[in-house]
């Protein structure tokens, strides 16, 4: 089992930075490709950003490109949501997901462990 828990999430203004932690135990994260979703008031939860195991590739949807980078360090077991030039259509809350597939990363049921979230809230 891994439990996941997210934290870094708050208010900031539109243009500003955030970096969003997910700090996991029971296992080492090295195992796991991590992913990070969110979901929008009223709307369904997407995809944002995952990171491979091992290979370390990483992946984007087209909307935080060029604006979000997402890392790990497994010495500290945590993985990071850097979130630049925020608008408030990243207004969210922000879940951190773990998975030992090779399935595709943009998909949640690939994912078989979610953190509870962080609000991201992103004012004009």
């Known amino acids: 089992q891994v439990q996941l828990v997210e934290s870094g999430g708050g208010l900031v203004q539109a243009g500003g930075s955030l970096r969003l932690s997910c700090t996991a135990s029971?296992?080492?994260?090295?195992?796991?490709?991590m992913g990070w979703f969110r979901q929008a008031p009223g709307k369904e939860r997407e995809f944002v950003a995952a990171i491979r195991r091992f290979v370390e590739s990483t992946y984007y949807t087209d909307s935080v490109k060029g604006r979000f980078t997402i890392s790990r360090d497994n010495a500290k077991n945590t993985v990071y949501l850097q979130m630049n030039t925020l608008t408030p259509e990243d207004t969210a809350v922000y879940y951190c997901?773990?998975?030992?597939?090779?399935?595709?990363?943009?998909?949640?049921?690939?994912?078989?462990?979610w953190g509870q979230g962080t609000q991201v809230t992103v004012s004009s």
């Open positions: 997901a773990a998975t030992e597939s090779l399935r595709s990363v943009f998909v949640q049921r690939t994912y078989d462990y």
């Open positions: 029971g296992r080492t994260i090295s195992a796991f490709t």
